[in-house]
């Protein structure tokens, strides 16, 4: 009898912590998890022969290790690769009839993002991870619907991805440098949900009813994110 | 105030947080029941004993300083917004605007709750605010702020975009603590809350003013009473690094500064709140 309440009560608490993980959200996640097999490589802590700081290795991929600021910082880095990458080419093959509007706003959040890649490139200098090799091969770039559709997932990713890299952060500097970024990123999440839809900059799938945002450890962003990404990240001492 | 997500949510920082509750679980069993029986309004109360319990110590009264500041900034932009919806019919227009004004109030509203509820926890006094105590035409500055629509989106952008900078100044005196991944979440709401105002105001019933969804210069608003709130916004350079055309990039002024939102200290933002309290 007690065992069949407890029981009732751990349902009761997985049930309410799915919550956090709308119907929409999964679906998002399931599609960008299979849209490519290559990319990411959680590798547990430990396994990974090389520990020492140089993020190179010889195969041309890249690897985050979340021991120190250092491996978050190139884990944002990591990320505004891929923001960048995406917004170069959308404004460099403009959808379809794209309104003079929607290229100024497109073209500025662009700019912003290359402006966080250079930054983050300059300041973990010789810690930088190299380059990333990008694949947008299930995006349509002249489809006004797949481009919003990708940008939306891309901000709502990245607000939620420094949300959750927050308590990880040891700097203080560091950690008010990262708050710099996501509220600028918010910005451009809130406008790009109203270009798709007005009203939605901050509906339920984002913002729970407490009011708060949302927050996604790196192992769950990286997954997601991999699937943009050809080159091959090798991740250790990932938070759980 | 939905307690289970704020539970679910502490949850993401603390692993242990039921377990803290109640090894047995037997006491969280015990609070849902309470909590089904008591009106709403004594929820926060008892949501902060039983979240004092699970950590068993109190917050350090800086800590609980910098939430109680919060929760002033909340009460301020609470009631801004419900004072709107309730007591000034016809500003608003009906439809998307007062849609996006309802969704805005409903989160200060939450965040008030949960500044509430975590304040308590801490083992300190939150702060409360009616609407009476504030003067929202900040002493004569903004007297259209309830009769003109698009003087009213003026300060909700000033209230928005100083709230954003409010949390990112002090997310650096919380670190450590279990309120810092909340403080983010609510800092990122409130940075999309900005975005969608700023629309709004470009928007030509909102006055087809000029701007952006995000911050340009030192103070992009078109109100020069509202200097403060964007005093230092005009930086480009990030920890020592040059941000205009950074690396051979094509990275202009306002795209630099725009890029790179900035903190404002407490005593800044008190500085600007002052004016709306009486």
Known sequence: MKNLREQDQQEFLQKERNIFTSPLQRRSFLQFAGASAAGIALLAAGCKKDRDDHPHTNDGSVTLDFKNDFGILNYAYALEQLEAAFYVQVVNTPYASMPANEMSLLTDIRDHEVAHREFFKNALSTAAIGGLEVNFSTIDFGSRESVLGT?????????????????????????TLAGKIVSVEARHAALIRDLISNGTFADNSVVKDNGLDTSRAPGEVLSIAGGFIKTKINVSNLPS | MNIVSILAHIENVDGEIYERLSPRRKAMKEFFNFGSKVAVAAIPLAFGTMLKKAYGQSASPAVIGVLNFALTLEYLE?????HSLLAAPGLIPAGAANGAITTIRDHEKAHVDLLTGAITAAGGTPASFTYAQFDFTAKGTFNAVYSDYPTFLAVAQAFEDTGVRAYKGQAPELMGSPYLEAALNIHSVEARHASHIRQMRKAPGGGGVDIKPWVTGANDSGVAAAAPVYAGEDNVVQAGITITNINGQDVSVNAATASFDEPLS???VEAIAALFIK
């Open chain 1, 151 to 175: 940008a939306k997932a891309f901000e709502d990713l990245g607000v939620s991805a420094y949300n959750g890299a927050g308590k990880l952060i040891q700097s203080a500097d560091y950690l």
């Open chain 2, 78 to 82: 609470y009631h801004f917004y419900n």
């Open chain 2, 266 to 268: 407490r005593t800044q």
